[in-house]
């Protein structure tokens, strides 16, 4: 099969790969659908992650089931389904809690490589949720997304406890960024301050039900939140980005009492103790337990509630993988599509 | 009147200053019945926080109302109150939540000195909470503790989530951990582990409601929570240090998804982004709204339900304050009583 590996720093490669098989009696095969390039792959490709290449890529997929392992009993060949980034078997105490992504059994689905014709998923059926039925094409980029950046902006806005009645700041405009408006939006935000200095990443943050944007960032940024709420700070602030600046941005520009939701993959950041202390949040996040939420977001997708697929806005073949990161690199996409 | 003052790390005297007076119509004047010396107060008694002396010491009192301003409208003379250490409007709309040692018009009363006779209190009607009646002397030092301590214990287990069913470990053995060890019990913990290597404290934990003793610090200690836990960690940490270990003490102790409620004043710590990321525990904490818990505790004392006044094994008449710092800085006692 076809997939695409990480050799060095900007240097991917899509290349002949064995096929994978059935290893474990509770894996599954599935021939993906879809599959795409992630923000978080993008530091160990910019060089600020080490790069132990050549590496298959990619954590993101959609599918249809190929083959079960022996052990196999909630999904069958033929059925479309969604899993997330770690495989998780649903069912230890930690998972039953709502947090799959730290299950005692998870194995990360990055170092199996989902930019690929054909993935192995361990722990099918703690990981897979199928569709009701196979969906129309143009569903397919929607549940792409659930699979990843839908499920960590939803568990981001969860973690912040974005209610009916509050004002939200999100920062960062990445996918997560922008579907963590959709998500507040969702949940009831009176009010959601997109923080963005792009205009096709405002245009999509106002579609998905922002009510504000702002431009600044850093202390600027967090003192025209706090001209936007009475000088308090916002309740909720998504942190979609994973910098020290852009967790302190958060910080500061929630209000005491008030909840920031990090999903940013940090790196760098050290958080001062005092500063925290003072700051009275609550701070919640780090990998998105997606498996949460897909069931809610599978439904809400083939229900055409939510079109969380828009922040596509580039679909390559498989094989030109690599302009695909190049494109979201330079910020000329803000999420890639591939077709295996 | 008599107040003690700090002019340097480890030189505290007892002194006449000036009588306190009415400075703006929302302030009280209370006879003090007693005051303390808090566990936070032994940072700038050590050196280990800058002193700007002679400074007037203590936040935490109860008394008798002598004066009341022109605007004082809930408390009047004669009224037995309790205060905290942030005097607060308990109206803006961060007090309404909950948060008034973050109240936008908030008051420290350290920089006013409750280890005196008398004390000015800001925001009269916002700060204190009067009891039923004048209390019998025996309750006295249950009340004082509520001032902070008892209420610090009890907001950190609060942000920690505790709630019937859970484990819950307490790093930090002072009088705010073992109130915490209190607070825990009130809610519901079903385990809950005290981290302590002083016969003294475990004893009165073990009085409080602890289940556990865990003598280990650090990793050990860690991997004690772990073994205790089916090596998930607990539910609920309640830190109550303030240290870098400490604080990565009660973040390693907690399973993924579990609560640190921290309420020790953080010096020197700074938090490694990537691993509390990955943690996926929710932190919140910083100085207790001790207000908030007010009402509740003062019923609770006040009916014998809790007995928090126990954490004071040492009283002393205010003028013998220099030795209270002693005891407690050479860890002789737990909590010291002043008696003004």
């Known amino acids: 099969m076809r997939g695409a590996m990480l050799y060095a720093p900007g240097d991917v490669r899509v290349e002949e790969r064995d096929d994978p098989r059935i290893v474990e009696p509770t894996d ?17 490709y910019r060089g600020l992650e080490p790069v132990h290449g050549p ?63 054909y993935l192995r998923v361990p722990l099918a059926d703690g990981t897979l949720v199928a569709t009701p039925d196979l969906p129309a094409d143009d569903l397919i980029p929607g549940l792409l997304a659930a699979s990843d950046v839908l499920g960590t ?11 009916p009645g509050k004002t939200v700041a999100v920062v960062g405009d990445g996918a997560v960024g922008l579907l963590g408006v959709l998500a507040a939006k969702h949940l009831g935000a009176e009010r959601i301050v997109a923080m ?25 940024g967090v003192a025209r939140i706090k001209d936007l709420t009475g000088g308090l700070g916002a309740h909720s602030v998504i942190e979609a980005v994973g910098t020290q600046e852009s967790m302190m941005q958060s910080i500061r520009a929630t209000r005491p009492g ?34 949460r939420f897909l069931p809610e977001l599978i439904d809400l997708i083939v229900d ?4 969380p697929g828009q922040v596509f806005d580039l679909a390559l073949p498989l094989d030109q ?11 000329r996409a803000i999420k890639v599509l591939l077709q295996p």
């Open 304 to 307: 055409r509630t939510i079109d």
């Open 258 to 291: 008030g909840h920031v939701g990090y999903v940013g993959v940090t790196h760098d950041v050290a958080l001062p103790g005092t500063e925290l202390f003072f700051s009275h949040v609550h701070l919640h996040g780090g990998p998105a337990p997606v498996r």
């Open 55 to 117: 590496a298959p890529m990619g954590h993101e997929y959609v599918g249809i089931v190929e083959e079960v392992g022996a052990d196999v009993r909630r999904v069958r060949p033929g059925q479309f389904v969604v899993g997330s980034f770690f495989a998780s078997d649903n069912t230890c105490e930690i998972c039953r809690a709502g947090y799959q992504s730290s299950c005692v059994h998870r194995v990360g689905i990055g170092g199996l490589g989902a930019q690929a014709q």
């Open 196 to 220: 963005s200095r792009h205009a096709d990443r405002q245009k999509l943050a106002l579609a998905y039900g922002a009510t504000d944007i702002v431009t600044e960032r850093g202390d600027e």
């Open 321 to 331: 993988a690599a302009e695909g990161y190049r494109a979201m690199d330079e910020r």
């Open 28 to 44: 599954a095969i599935i021939r993906l659908s879809a599959t795409c390039v992630c923000g978080s792959d993008l530091w160990p």
């Open 153 to 163: 902006g939803w568990f981001a806005a969860v973690a912040a406890q974005v209610e």
